[in-house]
């Protein structure tokens, strides 16, 4: 008898267990939608459906309410009972506008965008695979709401509010990955992200220093890569997916390969992708400045200029690139949950483009401006604990090395040394993030940080016609930087239509640089040199809704940078005639931001949305002539140059709008535009004023969309306005090089548009092939700032075999 009981209480609990998977599915084709996010009233969790829409919901199991959502499907409420009487299953209507969506930026918990004061937006796996970008960066311009500035192929700055560089975050995963040596000038680390390996990214824009500390001015781009999914049931689960692709204006070929196999308590995920992209085709209709007319090779000892075939073509742009990532993931039991991440990403060497279209006495200045090859390599391990306590609901321990390198390789045309500068970071990290709600009204989000980067830097000179090499000056000395902080985030629920929110964040950093690598080749007073300071930021805002279809919101808040060993201790030519020496008397930048939001959803077809900003930047650092020993100039690479370093010397203001339409039309058709405009001034040395140089032309995209039983297309526009001559900040007049020339002989930025249109059509349940052509009108362009050309009319091709 006894053993009868436990036998029926053992099947009891395994029915039971198998009774609270949920499967959700598309209401109309009976499709199961992957990646929909489940959250509750009750509880912090964020749950995801996995490839077959199916999620195991024991974690909010008598919760009131749990809401499923999902971009482009009206999100789906209800209680946990109506679940089990609904026989666990969810149907999810598509084609709807709404508010809502699941972000996690903000706080690095999942929460819903009505509750952020802060504009947020997402880009979700559809997007990605239907935009088909080459890169990471590409991923973010196809949002319309970012601008990428390119020096070179290998590369993609973002520009954000008026704000670029190192005034702008990255995270993977929900770690830092900006480093010590993050610069001032365009940077290209965003393209060591895979964009096949990514689930999904997300941009806060504004200052976002209370969660992520120094550098989140602009804003912060946040990445997830693919997650390990497990098994609902006894068998394995094994999914994945292959994807080829081919780009025109570049002869782009692209292999990937991912694949997930979970077990109940086990999973892992293992991806590949490997990169190969010719010299870049610039289009035919535009100005004639931008053409290649000649390149330099390299001949019987000499570096000769010879004609380019084709001036459409932008000789040298080639690179290749490699992605690898390996994730492990264990849950032993509905409280915890550990991750392992491995990424790894390499390129090949690759010119800087815009250095090889520099002149000098009607020659070119460079034979040979490259990067060596950028490195990338990330350790993570990520821990989550879900146990309801006095001290938090949730908990999440984020612990993570980095191993960063780069270099620069240089040669003067006709000149004998190659001088070649290498730099290595090594970057560790521990975050410890917590969520409490003390009642039904109120969130806590608090934590701890502690990070270190560690700067080694060496430099060779290479005479090339004998082959011996001997030292060089380092680009940096050898350096630590440190930081520390501790955060605090207050959510209150005044009532049903009004949400609270403040925060406060305290940061200490260290940096300490050893000059000796270069004190054999500049007189500095000082072999070493400290700092240590330390920034209090905050933030307060207000979300309002008058109703389910309208959202107020309005928020102030502070961030900072503080001194990195790339503002303190670089040495660089600035510009010709110029060189950067080290500045040991820094402190950190400051940012004031004050934004209002507005969106409403017109009979759930119609969203119009609308932000306003201005952000204050007290502190900053920029270049500004300096003296090394009392003398305003030095030898430097064998020519007598003007002495700079960066210093807190400036303030600078940008002020924008960021404005949005989306329309659902009948038979599947849709309509969206994003509209950018941001103006900003910078101090300059002499009191006046100029032009921000990172606050980009206004910009924008309108698409016209149409979906239907496994058929996406989108007809689309992408523009940028003009940058006058007048208008061009000071720091661009000098590299007239980059600009078109008006009437008056004078550079510019002249406005542009794109006409493009992508396709994707799901063949078979395994199979979906996509593409389509950019730039159909063979527009010739340079977005502003820009080094290289954008491509002229691009054909794309990829297919993709998911199992």
């Not at 009191?687 to 206004?698: F, I, M, Q, V």
């Amino acid at each position: 008898m006894k053993r009868s009981i436990m036998l029926w209480s053992l099947l009891t609990m395994a029915c039971l267990g198998y009774a609270q998977v949920v499967t959700v599915q598309d209401m109309e084709t009976g499709q199961p939608l992957e990646l929909v996010t489940v959250v509750s009233n009750q509880h912090n969790a964020l749950l995801t459906t996995n490839s077959q829409g199916q999620v195991k919901i024991n974690p909010f199991a008598q919760a009131s309410r749990i809401d499923f959502r999902m971009m482009g499907y009206k999100t789906s409420s209800m209680s946990f009972d109506e679940l089990k009487q609904g026989g666990f299953l969810v149907e999810m209507t598509a084609s709807q506008v709404s508010l809502d969506q699941v972000v996690v930026s903000a706080t690095r918990w999942s929460q819903t965008g009505q509750e952020v004061p802060s504009k947020i937006i997402s880009i979700t796996p559809k997007d990605i695979a239907l935009q088909n970008p080459q890169t990471a960066a590409d991923l973010l311009g196809a949002s319309g709401e970012v601008f990428i500035q390119k020096s070179q192929q290998g590369g993609g700055s973002p520009m954000i509010r008026g704000f670029s560089t190192n005034r702008l975050l990255y995270t993977v995963d929900g770690i830092r990955m900006n480093t010590a040596i993050f610069r001032s000038g365009n940077l290209q680390n965003v393209i060591s992200l895979d964009p096949l390996a990514t689930e999904s990214a997300e941009v806060l824009f504004g200052p976002g220093s209370i969660i992520y500390g120094s550098d989140a001015i602009g804003g912060v781009m946040a990445f997830q890569t693919l997650t390990p999914q497990f098994s609902l049931n006894e068998k394995p689960l094994i999914t994945g997916k292959a994807v080829t692709r081919y780009a025109s204006a570049n002869s782009e070929k692209t292999g990937h390969f991912d694949v997930s196999i979970g077990w109940k308590k086990w999973a892992a995920v293992t991806s590949i992708s490997s990169y190969h992209y010719g010299d870049l085709r610039m289009g035919s209709n535009g100005p004639k400045e931008y053409l290649r007319p000649f390149y330099v090779q390299r001949q019987d000892s000499l570096d000769v200029v010879v004609t380019n075939p084709d001036p459409r073509i932008q000789n040298p742009t080639s690179y290749a690139q490699i992605n690898m990532m390996q994730k492990i993931r264990f849950k032993p039991n509905a409280r915890w949950d550990f991750q392992y991440g491995l990424h790894y990403s390499a390129t090949s060497d690759y010119a800087r483009y815009d250095r090889h279209i520099r002149y000098k006495d009607g020659l070119p200045r460079s034979a040979e401006w490259n990067y060596g090859p950028q490195i990338w390599m990330m350790n993570s391990f990520t821990a989550t604990n879900s146990r309801v306590n006095p001290i938090y609901d949730q908990m999440t321990l984020r612990a993570a090395q980095q191993h960063f390198e780069e270099s620069r390789i240089d040669r003067d045309f006709n000149g004998d040394t190659r001088a070649s500068r290498f730099e290595k970071v090594n970057a560790f990290s521990v975050n410890l993030d917590f969520t409490k709600a003390p009642d039904a009204k109120s969130n806590l989000y608090y934590g701890l940080e502690l990070v270190t980067n560690d700067v080694d830097s060496h430099g060779t000179d290479e005479d090339i016609t004998t082959g011996e090499s001997v030292a060089g000056p380092a680009r940096y000395p050898e350096s630590k930087w440190s930081s520390y902080a501790a955060y605090l985030t207050y959510q209150y629920h005044l009532s049903g239509q009004w949400m609270l929110q403040a925060g406060a964040r305290y940061n200490l950093y260290a940096l300490h640089a050893d000059f000796s690598n270069n004190l054999p080749f500049y007189p500095f007073p000082e072999s070493e040199a400290s700092l240590t300071d330390g920034a209090l930021t905050g933030s307060l805002g207000v979300v309002y809704h008058p109703g389910q279809t309208w959202s107020v919101s309005a928020n102030a808040s502070s961030g900072f940078r503080s001194p990195n060993v790339d503002d303190l201790g670089k040495i660089f030519d600035s510009e010709p005639g110029a060189v950067v020496v080290p500045n040991t008397d820094l402190s950190a930048e400051y940012a004031y931001n004050a934004e209002v939001g507005i969106a409403k959803v017109f009979d759930e077809t119609v969203k119009v949305d609308l932000t306003g900003y201005y952000t204050l930047l007290e502190n900053a650092m920029v270049r500004r002539d300096f003296t090394l020993n009392g003398q305003d100039s030095i030898l430097y690479d064998g020519e007598l140059s003007k002495v700079q370093a960066i210093q807190n010397a400036a303030v600078a203001n940008v002020h924008g709008i960021q404005a949005g339409i989306e329309v659902k039309l009948p038979a599947g058709f849709g309509f969206s535009t994003q509209y950018n405009y941001q103006r900003g001034e910078e101090e300059l040395d002499d009191g006046t004023k100029s032009p921000s140089r990172h606050a980009a032309p206004w910009f924008g995209v309108t698409r016209l969309t149409y979906a239907t039983d496994g058929l996406s297309m989108q007809l689309y526009a992408i523009y940028n306005g003009e940058r006058s001559s007048a208008d061009l900040p000071e720091e661009e007049k000098g590299k007239a090089y980059l600009y078109a020339t008006d009437k008056n002989g004078d550079p510019y930025s002249p406005a542009w548009y794109t006409l493009n249109f992508k396709a994707m059509y799901q063949i078979t349940d395994a199979f979906t092939v996509s593409g389509g052509m950019e730039n159909l009108t063979d527009q010739r362009y340079r977005p502003y700032s820009s080094g290289l050309v954008a491509p002229g009319r691009n054909f794309i091709l990829a297919l993709k075999a998911r199992f």
